[in-house]
C-alpha cells in the first residue's frame, strides 16, 4: 500500500487559499486518492477524492498530475474554522481498502 | 439518516482488564473498519469487518478482537489492557461499490477509552 508524505503542519490567514500537497511516489494504478480533515475529539471527516487530473466540489478542489505521484488539496479562502488536521489517503481498489494509511496528517492553522 | 454511531464516548478501565466497544454503521454500509488514534497521531487501521468476517487486518495484537453481527453493526474488544491502549477508538464505515471500490470512509466521534 502507498505511503504518503505531508507537510507537519501549516499557517495560513482568514481570506487566503491554502494548498497542502501530499506525495504518494509508489501509487499504484488501480489506487485513488483521498482526503479527510479532522477536528479535535471528532473522527475524520471526508472532504474529497479522485483519480486524475481536478476535481471539485463545494468545499475543495483536488489536483492530480499525470504520473499521480502527488495531489494538492486546495481550500478556497479559509475561515477560522478550517483549522483543522488535513490527512491523504491513498485507496486501493477492493478489499484492501481499509488498510489505507493516514500517517500524521497536516495541522493546518487559520488565524484572523 | 444517522451517520456512525459509537458507544460509549468515554471509558476509563484499569490495567488488566476488557473492554468492549460499540458502533454502528451509517445506513446503507456493510463494511466496518476500526482505528486506534493515539494523542497527536493519525488513526492507526485495526481491522476490518464485511459479511461479518474479518478481512483486513493491521498490526495489531491478538488482544484485540471483532464481531460484527447480521444488522452490520460491530464491537470491538480489547483484553487484558495496557497503559499504552489509551487512545481514541475510531469507528469507520462504508460500503463496498459495484466498481470494485469502497465508497469514503463515515466516521463516528469515536470512544475515548483511558487505562489506569
Known amino acids: 500500500l502507498a505511503k504518503t508524505t505531508q507537510p507537519i503542519s501549516m499557517d495560513s490567514y482568514e481570506g487566503q487559499e491554502v494548498n497542502i500537497t501530499c506525495s504518494h511516489n509508489n501509487i499504484a494504478t488501480n489506487d485513488y486518492i483521498t482526503w479527510y480533515q479532522q477536528f479535535p475529539s471528532q473522527g475524520p471527516r471526508f472532504i474529497i477524492q479522485?483519480?486524475?487530473t481536478k476535481v471539485t466540489n463545494e468545499v475543495a478542489s483536488l489536483f492530480i498530475p499525470a504520473d499521480r505521484k502527488s495531489s494538492t488539496l486546495s481550500l478556497p479562502r479559509v475561515s477560522l474554522s478550517d483549522t483543522a488536521v488535513y490527512y491523504c489517503l491513498v485507496v486501493p481498489k477492493g478489499t484492501n481498502a481499509g488498510k489505507s494509511t493516514f500517517g500524521d496528517g497536516t495541522t493546518l492553522t487559520v488565524k484572523p | 439518516d444517522a451517520g456512525v454511531t459509537q458507544s460509549p464516548t468515554h471509558l476509563i478501565k484499569t490495567r488488566g482488564q476488557q473492554v468492549t466497544l460499540r458502533c454502528s454503521p451509517k445506513s446503507g454500509h456493510d463494511t466496518v473498519s476500526w482505528y486506534q488514534q493515539a494523542l497527536g497521531q493519525g488513526p492507526q487501521f485495526i481491522f476490518q469487518y464485511y459479511e461479518e468476517e474479518e478481512r483486513q487486518r493491521g498490526n495489531f495484537p491478538d488482544r484485540f478482537s471483532g464481531h460484527q453481527f447480521p444488522n452490520y453493526s460491530s464491537e470491538l474488544n480489547v483484553n487484558a489492557l495496557l497503559l499504552g491502549d489509551s487512545a481514541l477508538y475510531l469507528c469507520a464505515s462504508s460500503a463496498l461499490q459495484g466498481n470494485g471500490y469502497n465508497s469514503p470512509l463515515h466516521f463516528g466521534n469515536g470512544t475515548r477509552l483511558t487505562v489506569t
Open positions: 479522485g483519480y486524475k
